[in-house]
Structures are given as C-alpha cells and as structure tokens.
C-alpha cells in the first residue's frame, strides 16, 4: 500500500483527492488544507471542498495557519508518507516540510510545462487565444513548477470553453495520469525528464482589476478573456461611474473598426461596443447593484447608453 498525504483546498483539488482515496493501492494518510474562511456577504466561515471530502472519509485533516509550526511539523512527521501529492493547496510548501516524504513529491500541473509555470495556467492559456494546453504530472523541487516531468498530456481548448470547461478536461486527463505517475515511481519505473528551462514561461495570480475590459484590444483578445475569467474575476466596465458586469459576450458581424473603442451602439435591439477590431455584442449583462439580465432587457431601461462611450 502506497502511503500519500496530499495537500489541495479547492474543488478542482477534490477530484484528485477522490481518485487517490478510491484506488485500491494507495492509501491517503491526511489531508493538508487552507483554513476554513469566510465567503459571501455574510461572512459565513466555510470549509475546503477537500476537508468536507476528508471529514466524509474519515481522513485525518490539518489546517495550519503556519507551515513552520513545530506542532504541525511533528504531526505531519507520524503520517511517514511515502509520497506527497499537491494538488492546488494555494501555498508554498517549505522544504524542511517537503524533505519529510519519503519518495518524493509530486505535483499536478494543468499545463504543458515549461510553458505558464505558476498560479494561472488555465486562465493564461485561454486568454492568450492557445487553441490547446495540457496535464503535467511532475516532480517538485526548491523553484515554482520548475521540477522534473513524470507524465504530459496534451488537451484541445476549443472555441467555447472557458475556465471551469478546461479545468473539467483537466480532471478527466489528470486524475489517471497521477495515479499511474504515483505507482510508477513507487516502482522506480518511470524516468523524470527534466524541463527545457530556456522556453519557459510565467503567469501572475489573477486580480480582480485583470477582468476590467481594455475596449483599445481587440476582439478576438477580449473575447478570450471573457471565457478565461469566468467566474472569476469575471468581466466589467465603467459607465457613468458605475460598474457594468459583461457576463456573456460574442464578436459581433459588423465590419471592423465601425465603432471606436469603448463606443455603445444600440442596432436592431442588439448592444454592440468597439474595439480595436470588430465591435463586441453583449448577450448578458448585470449593472451595478442589479440583477443580471438579457441585453434586450438592459436596452429597454437603459436606451441612453446608446453614442456613450465605456472605460
């Protein structure tokens, strides 16, 4: 039996956790996760979806504030983990911690390193307009995403996916792949293959201020981002000083350049917006302090919108 401690927080983190603790070769010894926290407007402090699995299964959880905690350290220390699997865990581990496995750590990645090492890579790879990206599997050592490959698969982004879509395909590709890096290595079967350090590239923790629309780009740029922030941090504008959410967007037929950037149209029922390029039409929208509704509904309240120009 191959004994794991895993460290992951959010959703997409859970559905590794589930394939390590259904396969009949691996035990899952504990469960390192964030601290639960507060979320929504009432401030409801709230579990991980990993510790909710954890706690269902039986599964030893820790939640450090301080990775260093002696305490911590000692604990983690009596799990004698052969391995550690970090999925998402939304910190970084330090080393006197990661030098406690026995066999190595191991990472799950959802791009084709060396390319978007760090926070984003999903988020990146849409944005940049990548008609595909990838699951690797590999290795973690003292610098971020830098370690050695175990296993890399490649998955298509197609036109209509967004973030969740892909992480979904993530999960679908990964969850296999890890499990079968795991018990390779275990076996020492199976060669790491270290990265061409030369070709690789970064992406930044994405920040709420990332989702404000740049009218100045093009089309086709703002449409990616649009899928690529979803849910969050989502897409908006300014108008009038107040924030309009775009929720659901599409290039419109218009010819290019017939609408300077940021500038509102109303055709046809139909709310079109310049850019760089062809102009955008907004299918959903959420003012400020409303609800979302249908650019039709929006027009009906908000006609003087038309001529008016966003930032």
């Not at 859970?14 to 009949?24: R, S, V």
């Not at 604990?75 to 330090?94: H, M, Q, R, S, T």
């Not at 940021?262 to 917006?273: A, F, H, P, Q, S």
């Amino acid at each position: 039996m191959i004994n794991v401690v895993y460290f992951g927080t959010p959703e997409f983190s859970t559905y590794f956790l589930k394939a390590l603790h259904a396969d009949e070769d691996i035990f899952v010894s504990g469960l390192i996760t964030q601290p639960d926290k507060p979320v929504g407007r009432g401030k409801i402090m709230t579990p991980s979806s990993t510790k909710l699995f954890a706690q269902k299964h039986d599964i030893p959880v820790f939640e450090p504030t301080k990775l260093k905690d002696p305490n911590f350290i000692n604990e983690i220390k009596k799990l004698n983990a052969d391995f550690f699997v970090i999925v998402a865990y939304g910190k970084i581990i330090p080393q006197e911690i990661l030098d406690l496995s026995k066999s190595g750590n191991i990472n799950v990645h959802p791009s084709l390193l060396p390319k978007y090492r760090g926070p984003s890579p999903v988020q990146a790879a849409i944005a940049a307009g990548d008609t595909e990206t990838g699951v690797s599997i590999m290795l973690i050592d003292a610098k971020m995403d830098h370690g050695p490959v175990l296993m890399q698969k490649t998955m298509t982004i197609d036109h209509n996916d967004d973030t969740n879509s892909m992480l979904r395909k993530a999960v679908d590709l990964g969850t296999p792949m890890l499990i079968k890096s795991i018990k390779k290595l275990y076996k020492d079967d199976i060669t790491p293959k270290e990265q061409n350090h030369d070709k690789a590239t970064f992406c930044k923790m994405i920040k709420k201020e990332d989702g404000r629309i740049n009218w100045s780009e093009s089309a086709e740029i703002i449409e990616a981002k649009s899928r690529a922030y979803q849910p969050w941090p989502g897409m908006f504008t300014i108008w009038s000083d107040k924030t309009l959410k775009l929720n659901s967007i599409i290039i419109a037929s218009e010819a290019k350049q017939s609408l300077a950037p940021g500038e509102v149209k109303i055709n046809d029922n139909r709310l079109l917006i310049g850019t760089s390029t062809n102009p955008i039409e907004i299918l959903e929208i959420q003012p400020e302090g409303k609800q979302k509704m249908p650019a039709a509904a929006f027009i009906q309240g908000y006609s003087n919108i038309d001529g008016t120009r966003l930032n």
